[in-house]
């Protein structure tokens, strides 16, 4: 906040180049920070290659000790995940080996001597996570459009206030606000609902985006509405025909962030819902397979959990300080 | 806030302009309509809860008895203040937070410092950094229990260890997991400091150090009088997000340890979960959650003081 108002003026000497940053020693500086840089990246990244190595292991390479870095990629981890199974007797394990119609999962399953019943919930849980996460990203989006469009423009009486008391409805803690709404929900019929959940997690992501689309509002020029109210538009021509075109940016970089914030939600989605909306997020650690913890399909529903978000956070990487700083600070 | 000030003027410009009162009356009304809905979804979702949660923290009451709250005063506080358990809860958390948040920081300013100034693919870099803090922290703690695992978890072998026998047993041993936690925080949110360091540092205008070095400062002093103080504001910042993220911190311990070994790793998120939702005390946890919320409006309000007086001086 404080730190982009200030002026540049470095900016403007910037057509000579320094003495001193064309030596030698400057060139391999720069070489050695660049070498520690690659090198921390490769630590900060070990754990994520690591699981999605583990998601394409088969079970004894999963749990190989020590563990394995080479390995025969199989997708057992994937059909696990997918499926529900049962154990197969030793006489129904020869007749199924007969068997020639087994699909490539059947016949994987097959292997550790199982057979498939069924899908597994997790399809299902994924789907609850995109539907209440999509909801709820809407709606916190256009209501939090709306308010930003308002406190950026006119004069609402305790303005400060009121942003002040949006903002800090997102420091409440999970656990704390779970406890009531687990009771207010109990009473009207909301709990276990994917209306439930919408409406919280509408509420929590809209403190959000109210803050981050004002500050992209902020930085429309008014004059544009101006003359287009001289031109004769109403208020809502105007705020639909030139401030929405020019907030496009905004209004997809907290469409994106508040998608995010949902769909990695796990506290709420864990206290809140048991079936029937239950999201992926709580269902992760409970793939708990016969003999102990089927990490392949932990870690097999893991990486299809963080596959869009690593996407997304390079697509927006240009918004990234915005978004996770509720839009409190601008410069990126 | 300069701006907002003549935007202001120009907006009641407009409005005693070409002969309307009839468009200042509708601008009134289009604000009015405009943030309604986010207040009362607000009032419903938030407010509401925590005024009937502050009456539930004063009454014995559990949502699976069929029994309605009694009233009791200030009992369940009394209960939990003089319970050395729940000091311990809170002493761990305050630990936790306070070496995360502090190791984070000089993480994260190192990291930033690392990659200020461009060379060939550190936009990329920065990016690839920044990836671990987009996680769900959920999933997080769990590909790290794969990690941390004493058997088939890489992070032994990585670290030398190659005898299953002695190697450590990360989340088995209450020091080790503490250390465990603090790992895997610090990988998670270093890069949070990182990010908000590097916007501060890009704000710093290039004749600053220019004059120092036409001075002969040596790039200590540099450091010291013209990059740190620059950026503090930035940091403080960062530091307050992180604290108050630190003392709500249940999803990533809880999918780690879950508190354990025994109650090593507790933090009072976590304690709060148990009595709400495993043991169902309702009004013993009403009343411990408005406690955690004080300690965490009390530690941002350090904080924003702190900042607002770096920022005045």
């Known amino acids: 906040m404080a730190a ?57 390479d999963a749990v190989a000790s020590p563990p394995r ?50 899908q597994s919930d997790f399809g299902r849980q994924l789907l609850n996570s995109l539907i209440i996460a999509g909801a709820s990203t809407f709606f916190s989006v256009f209501f939090g459009l709306l308010s930003a469009y308002a406190f950026s423009r006119f004069d609402v009486p305790g303005k400060d206030d009121l942003l002040f008391f949006i903002l ?79 907030a496009v940016t905004g209004i997809a970089a907290t469409t994106v962030f508040a998608l995010i914030f949902s769909w990695n939600e796990y506290a709420f989605a864990l206290f ?61 | 806030m300069s701006q907002v000030s003549t935007g202001r003027a120009s907006s009641q410009q407009m409005g005693s302009g070409t002969g309307s009162a009839r468009r200042q009356l509708s601008d009134v009304r289009i ?15 938030n407010i509401f809860p925590l005024i009937y949660s502050l009456f539930l923290s004063f009454t014995e009451y559990s949502v699976i008895a069929n029994t309605p709250p009694i009233w009791v005063g200030l009992d369940n506080y009394t209960r939990i203040l003089s319970d050395a358990q729940f000091w311990e809860y ?12 502090g190791l984070q920081t000089v993480v994260g300013f190192g990291l930033a410092m690392l990659v200020r100034n461009k060379f060939k693919g550190s936009p990329i870099i920065t990016t690839l950094i920044l990836v671990p803090m987009m996680l769900s922290p959920i999933v997080v703690a769990q590909f790290w229990k794969l990690i941390f695992n004493p058997s088939y978890g890489i992070l032994n072998p990585l670290l030398g260890f190659t005898n299953i026998n002695t190697s450590p047993e990360w989340l088995g041993d209450g020091v080790l997991a503490f250390w465990a936690i603090i790992i895997v925080d610090v990988w ?16 710093i205008p290039e004749y600053l150090y220019e004059a120092a070095s036409i001075d002969r400062a040596s790039p200590w002093f540099q450091f010291r009088r013209i990059t740190l103080p620059q950026v503090m504001p930035l940091l403080l910042i960062a530091v307050l997000f992180r604290t108050i993220e630190a003392f709500k911190q249940f999803d990533l311990v809880y999918g780690l340890t879950g508190g354990g070994p025994g109650d090593a790793t507790k933090t009072i998120a976590i304690r709060l979960y148990e009595l709400a939702f495993q043991d169902f005390n309702t009004g013993q946890s009403s009343a411990l959650a408005y406690i955690v919320l004080v300690v965490i409006i009390a530690v941002s309000n350090l904080y924003i003081r702190a900042l607002n007086k770096a920022r005045e001086g």
């Open chain 2, 188 to 203: 998670m949110w270093s890069p949070f400091v990182m990010l908000l360091v590097l916007a501060g540092l890009s704000a």
């Open chain 1, 69 to 118: 870095v080479f390995f025969e990629p199989t997708i057992e981890g994937f059909v696990f995940l997918l499926t529900d199974r049962r154990q197969l007797s030793e006489s129904e394990i020869a007749e199924y080996r007969e068997r020639t119609d087994l699909s490539l999962p059947d016949q994987i399953v097959l292997e550790r001597g199982q057979a498939i019943i069924g």
């Open chain 1, 4 to 60: 982009t108002s200030q002026p540049q003026p470095g900016y403007y000497v910037n057509y000579s180049t320094r003495v001193d940053k064309v030596g030698l020693r400057p060139r391999i500086n720069t070489a050695i920070r660049a070498i520690i840089a690659v090198i921390i990246t490769i630590i900060v990244l070990i754990p994520v290659v690591w699981l999605g190595m583990t998601a394409f292991k088969s079970r004894p």
């Open chain 1, 168 to 246: 800090s409805q997102r420091m409440l803690p999970a656990v704390v606000v779970s406890i009531p709404v687990f009771l207010m929900y109990r009473e009207v019929g909301l709990h276990d609902t994917h209306f439930g959940m919408i409406l919280l997690y509408t509420s929590f992501n809209l403190s959000f985006s109210v803050w981050l689309l004002k500050g992209f509002i902020d930085e429309i020029p008014r004059e544009y509405e101006e003359a287009a109210l001289v031109d004769g538009y109403t208020r809502l021509q105007a705020f639909r025909k030139i401030v929405l075109p020019q």
């Open chain 1, 272 to 332: 809140l819902t048991s079936n029937v909306a239950r999201t992926a997020p709580p269902s992760i650690p409970t793939r708990l397979g016969t003999g102990g913890i089927e990490w392949a399909a932990v870690a097999a529903g893991s990486l299809a959990f963080l596959i869009p978000v690593v996407i997304v956070t390079f697509a927006l990487r240009k918004h990234l300080l915005r978004g996770v700083t509720f839009g409190a600070i601008r410069k990126g």
């Open chain 2, 90 to 101: 809170f002493a761990f958390t305050g630990r936790y937070a306070v070496v995360s948040v």
């Open chain 2, 31 to 45: 604000t009015q309509l405009f943030i309604l809905p986010t207040i009362v979804l607000l009032i419903v979702m």
